[in-house]
């Protein structure tokens, strides 16, 4: 069983940069697609980046693309979220998950069957 564990989140000022990491532990997730998600105080967790199993295909949500990028280190096991530019309303918790490649629906949280224990990105203004 694959376990996900994110790491860099932190507090940081309205125009910062933060990179996520989210290392894959058990197993290879190399042929796995994965996602970012990210969740807020009183609100449903919410789509934010989501790359194919190769790397190659990427899709964001409105709201941070031009600013958020998401790549994978396959070799390392790794998924990253570049996120530059923050703004106030990017403050959440942050997941990755993990989905069955065959699965189109990557903006659909229930198609993600392991999340991490989420990682904490405030942004002040």
């Known amino acids: 069983q694959v376990q996900l564990v994110e790491s860099g989140g932190g507090l940081v000022q309205t125009g910062d940069s933060l990179k996520l990491s989210c290392v894959a532990h058990?197993?290879?997730?190399?042929?796995?697609?994965m996602a970012w998600f990210r969740q807020a105080p009183g609100k449903e967790r919410e789509f934010v980046a989501a790359i194919s199993w190769i790397g190659g295909v990427t899709y964001y949500a409105d709201s941070v693309k031009g600013r958020f990028t998401i790549s994978r280190d396959n070799a390392k096991n790794t998924l990253y979220l570049q996120m530059n530019n923050l703004k106030p309303q990017d403050t959440a918790v942050y997941y990755c998950?993990?989905?069955?490649?065959?699965?189109?629906?990557?903006?659909?949280?229930?198609?993600?069957?392991?999340w991490g224990q989420g990682t904490q990105v405030t942004v002040s203004s």
């Open positions: 998950g993990r989905r069955d490649s065959g699965s189109m629906y990557y903006a659909r949280a229930a198609e993600y069957d392991v």
């Open positions: 058990g197993r290879t997730v190399n042929r796995d697609a």
